[in-house]
Nanobody
Framework: QVQPVESGGGSVQAGGSLRLSCAAS????????MGWFRQAPGKEREFVAA????????NYADSVKGRFTISRDNAKNTVYLQMNSLEPDDTAVYYC?????????????????WGQGTQVTVSS
């Protein structure tokens, strides 16, 4: 299993950038598909991006496509989310999650391991 721990959140003005990191403990990190989700106050948790085991396959929510980039470094047991051109609607708690299947998923219920989340606030 993996235990994700997110970092890198903060406050930024619209148009700015942030890079989130997710360090995952466990010897078999490269066996897990990893994803980023976010949850804004009063809203359901929503899919942001996912990346396959080797990093070759990626999937993005339409709302972040072209602005966010997911990547991973299996040697460091870490997955990243580079967020550019941030908008106030990107304000949310961002969660890193892992699943032991090879197929990417956009559904939160398909992920078994979750971090505690990191707050991202974008002001206009």
């Amino acid at each position: 299993q993996v235990q994700p721990v997110e970092s890198g959140g903060g406050s930024v003005q619209a148009g700015g950038s942030l890079r989130l990191s997710c360090a995952a403990s466990g010897r078999t990190f490269s066996s897990y598909t990893m994803g980023w989700f976010r949850q804004a106050p009063g809203k359901e948790r929503e899919f942001v991006a996912a990346i396959g085991r080797s990093g070759g396959i990626k999937n993005y929510a339409d709302s972040v496509k072209g602005r966010f980039t997911i990547s991973r470094d299996n040697a460091k047991n870490t997955v990243y989310l580079q967020m550019n051109s941030l908008e106030p609607d990107d304000t949310a708690v961002y969660y890193c999650a892992g699943r032991g299947e090879a197929i990417l998923s956009t559904r939160a219920r398909d992920y078994d391991y979750w971090g505690q989340g990191t707050q991202v606030t974008v002001s206009s």
